[in-house]
């Protein structure tokens, strides 16, 4: 009891001075020693040589070795482990020269390999990784550097892991952690983002105003087609109201026009149309004489005795009209007599005793009652 608590004490002190110097904890400078009865920590390996050839892995926990012949060679850690890959110059395919860093994380999955296959493990992924990261650099310009990130990490992993298989190692992942550019090629690359984010905003503000223009036109536009639409809807209305009194005065005229004929078959109605035309015909010539540039002539002013004739034959005519309709009418109430008094109904003294005379005639033909 007391031996494997020296044994555990010595072990730890160990550790914290390898910490302590820079060392990883699994490169231990150290064995522990064989006591016969060795408990191996969970998550390590132990490396057993017999008369100095390999013997066995000692797995975690209790475990029996044989005193003087049995030797703890190499202790492998099977946890993962961060390597810090060391800053290191990379030119890219378009002669950029770049200083990048990153950080490696890995495991050993053959403890039997790792102890055997190489001398410093640690070392030599350390290496592989900075060539492997160089030659990826190398295969790809400035500008996917930033932009494929991601995919080179990817390919440093596949590249490291394919050299690493012989020295029972295994590369989780690889992430590149700080990237710097020379001085110049930083201003110049300021430049061009300033330059694009100018060009963005150019593009943007063009756009804004295309798009206002745009929304200025239709809005017009639809000015313009509601303003027509108003306009010939206007249109509509006021023909359809002129329609609309077009045919009332059109009804109303007719209606005028049925009226006066309907008086003018009445007993007095020539004379109130001829009232009405002597009127009429008296009001515009008073309305004519009014004016003193309006000069009214016949059309043969020379022959003033045509003048009085054609006004006596239109009176005639129309007091010949007058009498016509009164015979009809006096026709239909009561037949005339020759001793009646037809003065009345005839103006022209001839047509007087013509009638009266056909009477008498008609008189004689009739048989005494």
Request: hydrophobic share 40%; charged share 25%; net charge positive.
């Amino acid at each position: 009891m007391l031996a494997r608590t020296f044994v555990r004490t010595v072990f730890q002190n160990k550790q914290l001075s390898n910490a302590a110097k820079g060392i990883s904890i699994r490169q231990k400078s150290y064995t522990p020693l064989n006591t016969v009865v060795m408990f191996v920590p969970q998550q390590e390996a132990w490396i057993v040589e017999r008369m100095g050839k390999f013997h066995r892995i000692l797995e975690p926990g209790l475990n029996i070795l044989i005193p003087i012949a049995d030797r703890v060679k190499y202790v492998q850690s099977l946890k993962e482990i961060a390597v810090d890959i060391p800053k290191q110059s990379a030119i890219t395919s378009d002669n950029v020269t770049l200083s990048i860093d990153g950080v490696l994380y890995l495991r050993i999955v053959d403890p039997y390999l790792a102890s055997y296959g190489v001398e410093d493990p640690e070392f030599a992924i350390t290496q592989l990784a900075q060539t492997t990261m160089r030659s990826e650099l190398g295969k790809i310009s400035l500008d996917k550097v930033f932009r494929e990130r991601e995919s080179l990490n990817v390919s440093i992993v596949e590249s490291i892991n394919k050299a690493s298989e012989a020295w029972g190692m295994t590369c989780l992942r690889y992430e590149i952690r700080d990237i710097r550019l020379p001085q110049r090629v930083q201003e110049a690359m300021q430049m061009q983002v300033e330059a694009e984010r100018k060009k963005r905003a150019a593009v943007l503000e063009s756009e804004g105003v295309r798009a206002a223009d745009i929304n200025v036109a239709e809005g017009k536009r639809q000015a313009r087609i509601l303003a027509s639409e108003a306009e010939r809807q206007e249109q509509i209305n006021k023909a359809t109201g002129e329609a609309s009194a077009i045919i009332a005065v059109a009804e109303a005229r007719a209606k005028g026009l049925q009226v006066v004929a309907e008086a003018l078959q009445s007993e007095l109605g020539s004379n109130a149309a001829a009232l009405s035309i002597a009127e009429q015909y008296v009001g515009a010539f008073d309305n004519l004489a009014r004016t003193n540039n309006t000069l009214i002539l016949p059309a043969n002013a020379s022959d003033v005795s045509s003048i009085v004739t054609q006004a006596l034959s239109v009176y005639s005519a129309v007091t010949k009209q007058q009498s016509h309709h009164k015979r009809s009418a006096f026709k239909k109430l009561t037949p005339l007599k020759p001793q009646d008094n037809l003065s009345e109904y005839f103006s022209d003294e001839e047509d007087l005793k013509r009638h009266r005379a056909k009477l008498e005639l008609e008189n004689k033909k009739e048989p005494p009652k």
